[in-house]
C-alpha cells in the first residue's frame, strides 16, 4: 500500500478516534528484580476484560498473518490478485468489504481488526507483532516496497491506536525477498519505520541493543517490564541453517535471565514441528524442511531449540508462533519426558491455506511468572461478515472448553488434554463422527476438520474423525520424527 494511502486512512472518519494512553517506564537493561512469584489464576468472570483485573494478571495481543491485500474494486476476478491456488468457481466470487474468504484481509479487514482489539482491550502490556504483512498477491505485484508498505501501515495503525504500548516484532517468511531469504532487509525496516514514525518511535520499539541485533540479525531481545522480557527469533534463519549463532544468543540470553531471576516471552514465525493440517507431513526433525524448501525448521536448529526450552522453561514457559493461519499449540518435553513448555500457534487474520475464520487472540498471563492463563479468540465468518457489511465477532475462551477439564494452561494439563482427546474412542464405529462426548469435538469441530485439514491421506479404512484426530493431535504431542510417525500409525 502507498505510503500517501496509508496516511488518508489514519486520518479517514471511519477510523475510531484516538485514545490518550500514557507511555510506559523505561527500563534500564542491567537491571535486576525480585524473585519470581505466583500469581493466582482469575477465577471466571462474567466478561472478558473482567478477568484483567485480578491482581498480578496482565493481558498482550498477538497479531500474526494478516497478509494485507488490496483488492481492486475494478478486477473482474480475484484471481487477478491473488495467487494461482485460487481457481475455477472460487475465482467468481469477489471480495467483499473485508477481503475474500479464499484469499486474504482487505484493508477494511484490517481496520475492523484494529477497532476491535481497541474496543475490546485498548491497553494491553504490550502486542506481539507475529509477522506476514504482505497477501498472497501475484509474483509480478511483489517487491520490497510492497512488503515495506504493508509492515509500515501495521505499525502506524498500532502506534496512533495503541500509542505507548510496546510492540514486539518478529520476521515471517512473507516479510523478505524472496520469501524465506535471509537477505539483509531489516535495515530496510529500520529505516521506513523510521522515515514514516520518526526516530522515537524506532528507538522506543528496539531499545538499546536490540535495534543493532534487529538490523544486523532479525532476532533481538528487549525488556517489556521490570520483570518481563521479549525475545524474538529470527525463524527463516532457523528453517535454513543449524541457527548456532542465534541459539548460543538465545542460551547466553536465558542463562543471563535465569542469573537476575527474570522471565520471558519467546516469539517466533514459522514453529517448530509438524503441520497440524495436512496428515503424515513429517515436517519433524527436518524431513519436510528438506521437500519444501525451506517450509519447517532445519533438523539441527529444532532439536538446539527445543532442548533449551526444556532446559529455561522455568524462565520462558510459553512461546508464540503464526505461521500456520489456524489455532493449535505444542507441547515440548525434557529429556525425562516430562511436559515442560506449551508453544501456542495463534489464528490468523488471513482466512487462506487453510479457509478458516479470520481471528485476532488476547492472551491473559501471570505478570510474574509469565505463563499464559488463558486466551481468547475473536474471530468472524467472512461471508458473513462481506454480506451483511459489518463484523459480529465470536469470542471463544480456552479455560471455558468445558469438555477438555482445563484447570490451568500448563504444559503438563495441555498434554494430559491432549492425550484425553486422541484416546477416546467410546461410541460406536457408526456414531463416532457425532459423538457429543468426544472432548476432540470441543476442540475442532467435525466441520472445521473438512475445511481446516487436509485428510486425503491415510488409511481409507480410518474414518476422516479419526484422521483429522490424528493430524491435528499428534504435532500437539510429538515435534520429533520418530515419535509423530508412530503417533499417526505410519511406522
Same mark, same amino acid.
Given at each position: 500500500?502507498?505510503?500517501?494511502?496509508?496516511?488518508?486512512?489514519?486520518?479517514?472518519?471511519?477510523?475510531?478516534?484516538?485514545?490518550?494512553?500514557?507511555?510506559?517506564?523505561?527500563?534500564?537493561?542491567?537491571?535486576?528484580?525480585?524473585?519470581?512469584?505466583?500469581?493466582?489464576?482469575?477465577?471466571?468472570?462474567?466478561?472478558?476484560?473482567?478477568?484483567?483485573?485480578?491482581?498480578?494478571?496482565?493481558?498482550?495481543?498477538?497479531?500474526?498473518?494478516?497478509?494485507?491485500?488490496?483488492?481492486?474494486?475494478?478486477?473482474?476476478?480475484?484471481?487477478?490478485?491473488?495467487?494461482?491456488?485460487?481457481?475455477?468457481?472460487?475465482?467468481?466470487?469477489?471480495?467483499?468489504?473485508?477481503?475474500?474468504?479464499?484469499?486474504?484481509?482487505?484493508?477494511?479487514?484490517?481496520?475492523?481488526?484494529?477497532?476491535?482489539?481497541?474496543?475490546?482491550?485498548?491497553?494491553?502490556?504490550?502486542?506481539?507483532?507475529?509477522?506476514?504483512?504482505?497477501?498472497?498477491?501475484?509474483?509480478?505485484?511483489?517487491?520490497?516496497?510492497?512488503?515495506?508498505?504493508?509492515?509500515?501501515?501495521?505499525?502506524?495503525?498500532?502506534?496512533?491506536?495503541?500509542?505507548?504500548?510496546?510492540?514486539?516484532?518478529?520476521?515471517?517468511?512473507?516479510?523478505?525477498?524472496?520469501?524465506?531469504?535471509?537477505?539483509?532487509?531489516?535495515?530496510?525496516?529500520?529505516?521506513?519505520?523510521?522515515?514514516?514514525?520518526?526516530?522515537?518511535?524506532?528507538?522506543?520499539?528496539?531499545?538499546?541493543?536490540?535495534?543493532?541485533?534487529?538490523?544486523?540479525?532479525?532476532?533481538?531481545?528487549?525488556?517489556?517490564?521490570?520483570?518481563?522480557?521479549?525475545?524474538?527469533?529470527?525463524?527463516?534463519?532457523?528453517?535454513?541453517?543449524?541457527?548456532?549463532?542465534?541459539?548460543?544468543?538465545?542460551?547466553?540470553?536465558?542463562?543471563?535471565?535465569?542469573?537476575?531471576?527474570?522471565?520471558?516471552?519467546?516469539?517466533?514465525?514459522?514453529?517448530?514441528?509438524?503441520?497440524?493440517?495436512?496428515?503424515?507431513?513429517?515436517?519433524?526433525?527436518?524431513?519436510?524442511?528438506?521437500?519444501?524448501?525451506?517450509?519447517?525448521?532445519?533438523?539441527?536448529?529444532?532439536?538446539?531449540?527445543?532442548?533449551?526450552?526444556?532446559?529455561?522453561?522455568?524462565?520462558?514457559?510459553?512461546?508464540?508462533?503464526?505461521?500456520?493461519?489456524?489455532?493449535?499449540?505444542?507441547?515440548?518435553?525434557?529429556?525425562?519426558?516430562?511436559?515442560?513448555?506449551?508453544?501456542?500457534?495463534?489464528?490468523?487474520?488471513?482466512?487462506?491455506?487453510?479457509?478458516?475464520?479470520?481471528? @485476532?487472540?488476547?492472551?491473559?498471563?501471570?505478570?510474574?511468572?509469565?505463563?499464559?492463563?488463558?486466551?481468547?479468540?475473536?474471530?468472524?465468518?467472512?461471508?458473513?461478515?462481506?454480506?451483511?457489511?459489518?463484523?459480529?465477532?465470536?469470542?471463544?475462551?480456552?479455560?471455558?472448553?468445558?469438555?477438555?477439564?482445563?484447570?490451568?494452561?500448563?504444559?503438563?494439563?495441555?498434554?494430559?488434554?491432549?492425550?484425553?482427546?486422541?484416546?477416546?474412542?467410546?461410541?460406536?464405529?457408526?456414531?463416532?463422527?457425532?459423538?457429543?462426548?468426544?472432548?476432540?469435538?470441543?476442540?475442532?469441530?467435525?466441520?472445521?476438520?473438512?475445511?481446516?485439514?487436509?485428510?486425503?491421506?491415510?488409511?481409507?479404512?480410518?474414518?476422516?474423525?479419526?484422521?483429522?484426530?490424528?493430524?491435528?493431535?499428534?504435532?500437539?504431542?510429538?515435534?520429533?520424527?520418530?515419535?509423530?510417525?508412530?503417533?499417526?500409525? @505410519?511406522?
Amino acid at each position: 500500500m502507498p505510503l500517501a494511502q496509508a496516511d488518508s486512512l489514519l486520518r479517514g472518519n471511519a477510523w475510531p478516534r484516538r485514545r490518550s494512553h500514557k507511555r510506559p517506564p523505561r527500563f534500564d537493561d542491567d537491571a535486576t528484580d525480585a524473585a519470581v512469584e505466583e500469581a493466582p489464576i482469575p477465577s471466571a468472570a462474567p466478561c472478558v476484560r473482567c478477568r484483567a483485573s485480578a491482581e498480578g494478571i496482565g493481558t498482550f495481543w498477538h497479531a500474526t498473518d494478516w497478509h494485507l491485500n488490496e483488492f481492486e474494486p475494478s478486477s473482474p476476478s480475484p484471481c487477478d490478485m491473488c495467487r494461482s491456488t485460487i481457481v475455477g468457481t472460487e475465482c467468481a466470487e469477489r471480495a467483499g468489504p473485508f477481503g475474500h474468504p479464499d484469499c486474504d484481509p482487505s484493508t477494511g479487514g484490517w481496520q475492523e481488526a484494529i477497532a476491535m482489539m481497541r474496543r475490546e482491550q485498548p491497553t494491553p502490556d504490550f502486542i506481539l507483532a507475529g509477522g506476514d504483512w504482505i497477501g498472497h498477491i501475484p509474483e509480478s505485484r511483489l517487491n520490497p516496497p510492497a512488503l515495506l508498505s504493508a509492515a509500515v501501515l501495521l505499525n502506524r495503525l498500532l502506534s496512533d491506536h495503541f500509542a505507548g504500548v510496546p510492540v514486539m516484532h518478529t520476521v515471517g517468511n512473507h516479510d523478505t525477498w524472496p520469501y524465506f531469504s535471509l537477505a539483509p532487509v531489516f535495515m530496510d525496516w529500520d529505516r521506513a519505520f523510521e522515515k514514516s514514525q520518526g526516530n522515537e518511535w524506532v528507538r522506543a520499539t528496539f531499545p538499546g541493543k536490540a535495534r543493532t541485533h534487529w538490523q544486523q540479525h532479525g532476532y533481538y531481545a528487549r525488556r517489556l517490564s521490570r520483570r518481563l522480557w521479549g525475545i524474538s527469533l529470527n525463524t527463516n534463519e532457523l528453517s535454513k541453517t543449524d541457527g548456532g549463532q542465534q541459539l548460543d544468543w538465545l542460551r547466553t540470553m536465558l542463562d543471563r535471565m535465569r542469573q537476575d531471576r527474570q522471565t520471558a516471552i519467546l516469539l517466533g514465525h514459522i514453529p517448530p514441528g509438524p503441520s497440524h493440517f495436512e496428515f503424515d507431513s513429517i515436517c519433524a526433525a527436518g524431513h519436510y524442511y528438506q521437500r519444501a524448501g525451506g517450509a519447517c525448521w532445519n533438523p539441527m536448529a529444532q532439536s538446539g531449540l527445543l532442548a533449551l526450552l526444556a532446559a529455561y522453561a522455568d524462565v520462558v514457559p510459553n512461546s508464540f508462533f503464526g505461521h500456520h493461519h489456524t489455532s493449535s499449540l505444542r507441547v515440548v518435553y525434557n529429556s525425562s519426558a516430562a511436559a515442560r513448555h506449551v508453544m501456542y500457534l495463534s489464528p490468523s487474520l488471513t482466512p487462506r491455506n487453510p479457509t478458516h475464520d479470520p481471528a @485476532v487472540r488476547l492472551y491473559y498471563y501471570n505478570r510474574s511468572s509469565g505463563a499464559v492463563v488463558d486466551f481468547v479468540d475473536y474471530s468472524h465468518d467472512l461471508r458473513q461478515s462481506n454480506a451483511a457489511g459489518r463484523i459480529n465477532w465470536r469470542v471463544e475462551a480456552a479455560l471455558r472448553k468445558a469438555p477438555l477439564n482445563l484447570s490451568s494452561l500448563s504444559a503438563v494439563a495441555w498434554e494430559s488434554a491432549a492425550r484425553r482427546m486422541l484416546e477416546y474412542d467410546h461410541a460406536p464405529q457408526s456414531q463416532r463422527e457425532l459423538d457429543p462426548h468426544d472432548p476432540f469435538l470441543s476442540w475442532m469441530s467435525s466441520e472445521r476438520c473438512k475445511m481446516e485439514v487436509y485428510i486425503a491421506s491415510g488409511d481409507s479404512r480410518v474414518p476422516p474423525l479419526r484422521r483429522c484426530k490424528l493430524a491435528v493431535l499428534c504435532p500437539m504431542l510429538h515435534l520429533e520424527d520418530a515419535p509423530y510417525a508412530q503417533c499417526l500409525g @505410519v511406522r
